[in-house]
């Protein structure tokens, strides 16, 4: 059994700064990437950024954060962070943590997940 909490979430003005984080707790050990996605009001659920647990902290980024967000690993903490800069009204949304486990087709672990709005 493996949990995920996240923890980071808030109201943050246009241009702000918020971090993400997520701790990974149970049977991490088949764990190969963690995930940060995001549903805005009314969207689909997307992926906006991954780093692999195993292979050198391999990082992906949606476009739309390219540049703005940057995603990192604690492997001794088991946390993954989303360092979230430059924050736009767009970024509004809840932000899930997700987690990959060797064999998996997708992402089939989940947070709860954690409100991030960005507002004036």
């Known amino acids: 059994q493996v949990q995920l909490v996240e923890s980071g979430g808030g109201l943050v003005q246009p241009g702000g700064s918020l971090r993400l984080s997520c701790a990974a707790s149970?049977?991490?050990?088949?764990?190969?990437?963690m995930g940060w996605y995001r549903q805005a009001p009314g969207k689909q659920r997307e992926l906006v950024a991954s780093?692999?647990?195993?292979?050198?902290?391999?990082?992906m980024y949606a476009d739309s954060v390219k540049g703005r967000f940057t995603v990192s690993r604690h492997r001794v903490q088991n946390t993954v962070y989303l360092q979230m800069n430059s924050l736009r009204p767009e970024d509004t949304g809840v932000y899930f943590c997700?987690?990959?486990?060797?064999?998996?087709?997708?992402?089939?672990?989940w947070g709860q997940g954690t409100q991030v709005t960005v507002s004036s």
């Open positions: 149970g049977n991490i050990f088949s764990i190969n990437v």
């Open positions: 997700a987690a990959h486990r060797v064999g998996d087709s997708g992402y089939n672990l």
């Open positions: 780093i692999t647990i195993t292979s050198g902290g391999l990082t």
